[in-house]
């Protein structure tokens, strides 16, 4: 009873502090206590606010956070749960990244379906990491072992370490074609038609260190020159790479650091050769969060020579989207709609390919309501809701005349309502 009291009374203060601390971006972490930990800490300038059932508790500022995980001290966010009175999460049952997959679980997972369904199936290794990772890529096609010349599909996961979802999306598509292919008519068309290929996991090096030191990382695992970590993998494409110094850095230790040329990352490098070598006719990369699909152009607030037929198909997706779980994905150009960004991958793949190319921003809306950490009873809805998007596409682009005609017509049909507002975050 005790213990609950002065747990309430912390909690108390906890929230009084998020008032301030919506404001000022300030977060409460906290870390294991050990024995001098917290006279360290305060030592270093950490700003303690409490100890409690073994954890010492800290305000922290962005930078704070930087600090601590180049301190490589594993913290746990605090923020959201203390803001919403709740006890403390007992560890998830799938490990410390709960359902959601690490390198080697998603390694396995996609053996085993490789294993399960041997002539849906083909997985490749379309490169390696910085630090040596596979770079997985799942083929899903009849007869998948031969080559037969028939249109592709790509749908890439986690270039952005952090945005753990986008590696479950790709998958489970991968995993609902292969099961539903012997029941399923019009999956089965789509899978003899064409090869859809899902790569889940672009930055796996960045998703190990976000799983196990710093659940904010963003970046890969780069050594800088200036000894910061990390290039943006979504900002090391090279068309209109470092276009200007507004949609990527110049600067090693910024959050959208673009590397030192394009290409310069085994990992985006990897992506840009698997792409040259096949027959790609759309394109799909998987980001958090913002609920929204964007197409070209990122680089500049200026429409492509095939906006219409861009927007049309997203236009189409988000409708498809919404009656699942009544959530709205609003659609735009990427630069109109989110903000300018250079050396991305769609701008990149819509332009050398001209192919539609959508970056698809998961829920949540935004920070509010989770920002990057979906719920694990979240993974599967975010899934289903995709998926008669992803359908439509993989359909649209195995019919003939893609790029944008079949499916342009298909599309033109009456638009969900569009959201609007303020979609700035971080
Ligand atoms: O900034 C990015 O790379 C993407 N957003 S995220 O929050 N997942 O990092 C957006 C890329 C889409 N392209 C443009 N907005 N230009
Ligand atoms: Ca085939
Ligand atoms: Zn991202």
Redo the contacts with the bound molecule.
Sequence with gaps: MKNALRFLAFLGLAVLLFSAAVADRTEVVSVAKSAGRAAWLAAQGFDLLAEHEGRIFLAVSPEDLARLSDLRLPFRLETARLRAGLPAEPAPAGGINGDYHSYRELEAELQTLARDFPSLTKLSTIGQSLEGRNLYALKVSDNAAVDEKEPGFLILGC??AR?WI?VEVPLLLARYLVENYATDAAVRDIVNRGETWVVPLVNPDGLEYSIHVYRYW?KNRRLNTDGSFGI?L??NYGYKWGYDEV?SSGTPASE?YRGAAPFSEPEADACRRFFLEHDFRALV?Y????QII?Y????IDAPTDQDAALAALARKMAELMLPVNGRLYDYDR??A??????G????WAFAVAGIPAF?I?LPPLDILHGGFFNKETDILPIFQENLPALLFLTRTAFAAGMPGTDGEQEARTAAPPRRGGDRG??
Excluded: F
């Excluded at 980001?287 to 913002?290: D, L, M, T, V, W």
């Excluded at 709609?337 to 250079?342: C, E, H, K, Q, S």
């Design positions: 270039h952005h945005e986008s963003r943006d979504n900002r949609g959208v990369s980001h958090s969060y913002a964007l070209p152009w990122g680089y990427a630069a709609g989110l903000y300018t960004t250079n991305d991958t769609t701008d970056t921003e975050k971080d």
